[in-house]
């Protein structure tokens, strides 16, 4: 028994010695993966910067822009009052789209803004404005970008009890949205409850 143990004892010294005179074999290091979801900290300081030279200090210290996976065939996204900017993470195939979609996307937030809760176009004369201050004024109103298209079908449909225009969508409004015609009409494009669209039943 004392044998065995100090032949196992000699072995696992020679073994010892001999891996102390071999070079030792870096382990591989795994790939950095880059970064392509969610939040984006050098196009937020990017927006900050732009935000802060049109004088919106508000909106640059909110702003937050984002990769969102899910956008297929839309570029991007604009969310307010959240001062939110969703991108198509696909924008980065293409030459200048990121920082171009960005700005289109800020110029609403931008119109939203300054619009002081008056109801706008999301593409007006107020969108265009805005699009001129951050450096894009012959911005178009949709993007020429090879992404995949989706039809989606538009299953609610809206009628203003005022001047009857009807309006189809996709979803339903997430709150409560009046005609705008008539809005700038009668009450200088501000919100009124008298132009509420009210939701037509199917059928």
């Not at 609403?108 to 004024?137: K, T």
Request: hydrophobic letters at 35%.
């Amino acid at each position: 028994m004392a044998g065995r143990t100090a032949l196992r004892q000699m072995m696992f010294t020679f073994l010892d010695a001999i891996s102390a005179h071999m070079p030792m074999s870096p382990k591989p290091t795994p790939a950095a993966k880059p970064q392509i979801l969610g939040r984006d900290d050098i196009l937020e300081a990017q927006s900050r910067d732009w935000l802060s030279a049109i004088g919106l200090k508000e909106g640059a210290q909110k702003v937050q822009v984002v990769w969102n996976g899910k956008l297929r065939s839309t570029a991007g996204y604009a969310r307010w009052p959240q001062w939110l900017v969703e991108l198509n993470p696909r924008l980065r195939e293409y030459d200048g789209q990121v920082e171009r979609t960005l700005k289109h996307e800020l110029a609403h937030l931008v119109a939203y803004s300054r619009s002081n809760r008056r109801r706008i176009e999301p593409h007006g004369v107020e969108w265009r404005q805005a699009c001129i201050d951050l450096g894009i004024p012959d911005e178009n109103v949709r993007h020429t970008l090879p992404l995949p298209r989706t039809r989606q079908q538009r299953k609610f449909a809206y009628k203003c009890g005022h001047c009857g225009i009807t309006v189809e969508r996709v979803r339903k409004f997430r709150r409560y949205s009046a005609c705008l015609t008539c809005c700038r009409k009668h009450n200088e494009g501000r919100y009124d409850a008298r132009f509420q669209f009210v939701l037509l039943k199917k059928g």
